[in-house]
């Protein structure tokens, strides 16, 4: 088995540390410590960061022998920019800008076909902002485009986001996503509460719209459908979360994923501090017996809960993510790019605006704003984080990618996981909890319990590489400096 060839670790990544200070050091900072992995990273991933001239080399390193992957594009248009949002979003100024951008899209994956050659899509995401702002015919000459540049496996699977205002008012927009070849539909509802809507800037998207949008999605076409739904909120009460879960199952979606707030980078980062973690963890409580009750079905710590039997409810795209760790292209502005030995965020994930993303492309160069070649543990921790959305990691998945069973890496850490009830081990094949067993043939995941997922963020950290650990150990989560910056970098690119 030849192994990647990974980045030398720096010193602040070789410390170890007590895995019931991080335990305690996860749960402090539940705000940050979750599947968005890495944090910090301008402290925590600066010396791993390749200068400007050596990145085309390094693009053709990671991903020249890489047969098949997942590709995401990105397209970073919003009618409003929700103030919960902490993506890649233009701002009005840009609106009208859908066309030249969507040329440009194209420009880059031909880019990328023409300097790493033909490559084999599993796993096909197309993501926003919101990507059904942009005129329908756009999306399916990408889609196109995409397919005359690379290969789209049998089973890789197009999914696409939209939103009820949309969904319910332009059928024929729905119709052409199926035209196009698009099986799966992703919408957000988040909350239902007309003042809380009101608040997050989001009352175009209200409950009004909901019943035509499924409707239209249904008569399109589309049989998997997911709602998105949010908790966390500052301003949430139990009740307005049960009236939010209770409506979107009325709807009779095929899928419901459970977003908690995450404050950083978003518009009211300053709110973060009156969210009190045992409130977050009763909605959640609260959503899986609802969800469970009446057919929903998630193990312990997985965010996405599916109707239908043996189907994640996840796309193709993530599923793969969360799976194996399979590598993927991002392209788009902002998007990230993920190999065996790097990440990259491509131009315009700081600024979020068009013009230094035009620049790099119109230069015939990759649209790259910050590339890293991360040591051993980064790759480990990131992949697991990930794994996190199913609240498991595949054993099988993590020794084919790292050459080493995860035990052996983490092993303190998975003993104390394990001593304490957080995580056990299960087959994935029935769901079968095996904790007790002792074959290694039946340990093909390390899961999540019922207690393990009430203190996710607390897990979770345990799998973080020793730099991330440390500034999570440091960190005092009563202070609001953070908050603060993001918060004004969120107002100014909104």
Known sequence: MNLPIWAKPDPADKTTFDPRAIFQAGERNHHIANTAYPIAHELTWG?????????????????????????????????????????????????????????????????????????????????????????????????????????????????????????SSDFDKLKSYQRAGIKRISMGIQVTEPNLLKLLGRSENGIIHHKKALDNMRRAGFQKINLDLMYGFADQSMES????????????????????????????????????LSHV?????????????????????????????????????????????????????????????????????????????????????FPIQDFYKLPQRHMMAKMISVSFYFGEINLNAFQSKFGVPLEEVYTQEVRFLIDEGYMQYRTSENGLDLQSCKEPLYRSCLSLTEKGAAHFNGCISLFYASSVQDYLIQRNPLSNIDFEKHRKLASKVG
Request: aromatic letters at 10%; proline letters at 4%.
């Open 281 to 365: 963890k009763e909605q959640a409580k609260l959503a899986k017996v609802i969800l469970t009750e009446t057919g929903y079905l998630a193990n312990p710590g997985k965010n996405t809960y599916s109707k239908i039997p043996f189907d994640t409810g996840t796309s193709t795209y993530l599923t793969k993510r969360v799976i194996e760790g399979k590598s993927y292209l991002g392209m788009g502005l902002g998007a990230q790019s993920f190999s065996d030995t790097t990440i990259s965020y491509n131009s315009g994930s700081v600024g979020k605006n068009l013009a230094p993303y035009f620049q790099k492309l119109k230069g015939n160069q």
């Open 241 to 276: 979360w049960e009236h939010t879960l209770r409506h979107a199952i009325s709807l009779a979606p095929d899928y419901i994923t459970l977003y908690r707030m995450r404050y950083k980078l978003t518009r009211i980062s300053d709110q973060a501090e009156r969210v009190v």
């Open 47 to 167: 010396p791993y960061r390749v200068k400007n001239e050596a990145v085309y080399a390094e693009v053709l390193s990671a991903f020249g022998g890489i047969d098949s992957l997942n590709l995401y594009t990105h397209i970073p248009f919003c009618e409003t920019r929700c103030y919960f949002c902490e993506y890649t979003v233009v701002g009005q100024s840009e609106l009208d800008q859908t066309k030249e951008y969507m040329t440009h899209l194209n420009l880059e994956v031909k880019m990328y076909r023409e300097r790493l050659g033909p490559k084999k899509i599993v796993g096909f995401d197309i993501g926003g902002g919101t990507p059904s702002f942009v005129d329908a015919s756009l999306i399916s000459e990408h889609i196109e485009h995409t397919n005359q540049c690379f290969t789209l496996s049998d089973d890789c699977e197009i999914s696409i986001e939209t939103t009820p205002k949309i969904a």
